[in-house]
């Protein structure tokens, strides 16, 4: 058995909390012989609920849970953490985007992203799933100056699944037989999934449905699906919000499939020529504990402008929090 490795989750008293908190303890995450240690932070009106959570991790008797930590100090909730999923967060509701939350939200990252400076590990890997995602990860990112920025990014890996699932069902084929879809950009309205080099059981995508099923029904669906849940549900996602944590985190730790790859929103070094600094989510491979950005897929006009589109986007919302950007 390995030596336990520490956890670090926010809102850990929240919807997405209460699937995704489970998971880990289960082995889900980092694999069956990985013991972790959870620690978990919550705001000091939520550490009742808190230890109710905790409670029932203890009840699960879970063989690799080696620990936890409930606190409303995020110097405490950071401390030595080797990864941490930032989910505290306020969620949008009814007829909001999710940029509508960067006011009430972006301060609690800006506190995190020091807390993590000061006491991570720096080897951390950090996961933001708290709305808007992208740019909350940007300010963690900029408050965490001695960490390297390539290990602050932000969950795309719902929108990728939603993705497989639209693209699977159009087709009458399982996502396992779905290869090389990306979401690029912004998790956001303006994400842009693009199926150009995807392969259903081996053929191209695009020969198998018409460019205005594309444009018309499966990229807006993709793109709103956040909100048609909040619609049917009457509260954003969580089992699945908390499904495609585990999965980019396993990725990013264990590595990606073979002969496939993943979209993550991470720390832009020009590629695509998008801008350096910004979290944009392209596709990557991650092997040994890093990722890498897939070169060289070729992107036509049509992906051009909206790759361009949801870099705009970002760009209005970094701007936007400004005074929080060191
Ligand atoms: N990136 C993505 O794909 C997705 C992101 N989300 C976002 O995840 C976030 C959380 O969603 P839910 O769990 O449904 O919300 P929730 O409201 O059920 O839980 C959020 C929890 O965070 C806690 N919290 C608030 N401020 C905090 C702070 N400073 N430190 C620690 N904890 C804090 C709250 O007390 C609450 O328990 C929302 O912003 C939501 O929009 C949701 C689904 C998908
Ligand atoms: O739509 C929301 O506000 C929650 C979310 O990010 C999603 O489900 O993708």
Same mark, same amino acid.
């Given at each position: 058995m390995k030596s336990p490795v520490r956890v670090a989750v926010t809102g850990a008293a929240g919807q997405i909390s209460y699937s995704l908190l489970f998971r880990i303890a289960a082995g889900e995450?980092?694999? /069956?012989d990985q013991p972790v240690i959870l620690q978990m932070l919550e705001i000091t009106p939520a550490l009742g609920a808190l230890k109710g959570v905790a409670m029932e991790l203890d009840d699960c008797a879970f063989p690799l849970l080696a620990g936890m930590i409930c606190t409303d100090d995020a110097n405490v909730a950071f401390k030595d953490a080797d990864y941490a999923l930032l989910v505290g967060a306020r969620p949008r509701g009814p007829g909001m985007e999710r940029k509508d939350l960067l006011e009430a939200n972006a301060a609690i990252f800006s506190v995190q992203g020091k807390a993590i400076n000061d006491h991570a590990s720096r080897d951390i890997k950090v996961l933001v799933v708290g709305n808007p995602a992208n740019t909350n990860a940007l300010i963690t990112q900029r408050n965490a /100056?001695?960490?390297? /920025?390539?290990?602050f990014t932000a969950m795309t890996r719902l929108d990728h699944n939603r993705a497989l699932t639209q693209l699977a069902q159009k087709t009458d084929k399982t996502i396992n037989d779905i290869k090389h879809l990306t979401i690029w950009g912004n998790h956001s309205s303006t994400q842009y999934p693009d199926i150009h080099h995807a392969t259903v059981d081996g053929q191209d995508a695009m020969g198998l449905i018409d460019q205005n099923w594309y444009e018309n029904d499966f990229i807006p669906t993709v793109q709103q699906r956040g909100a048609a849940i909040i619609d049917a549900r009457g509260a954003s996602s969580a089992a699945s919000a908390a499904n495609a944590a585990i999965f980019h985190m396993r990725d990013w730790a264990l590595g990606t499939a073979e002969g496939d790859w993943a979209s993550m929103a991470v720390y832009s070094d020009g590629s695509y020529g998008i801008e350096e600094g910004l979290i944009y989510s392209f596709p990557c491979v991650c092997k040994d504990g890093d990722w890498e950005i897939v070169q060289g897929v070729e992107t036509n006009e049509f992906s051009v402008a909206k790759m361009k589109a949801t870099e705009d986007e970002l760009k209005q919302e970094r701007d936007a929090v400004s005074h929080l950007l060191p």
């Open positions: 995450m980092l694999g /069956p /100056p001695d960490i390297n /920025p390539r290990q």
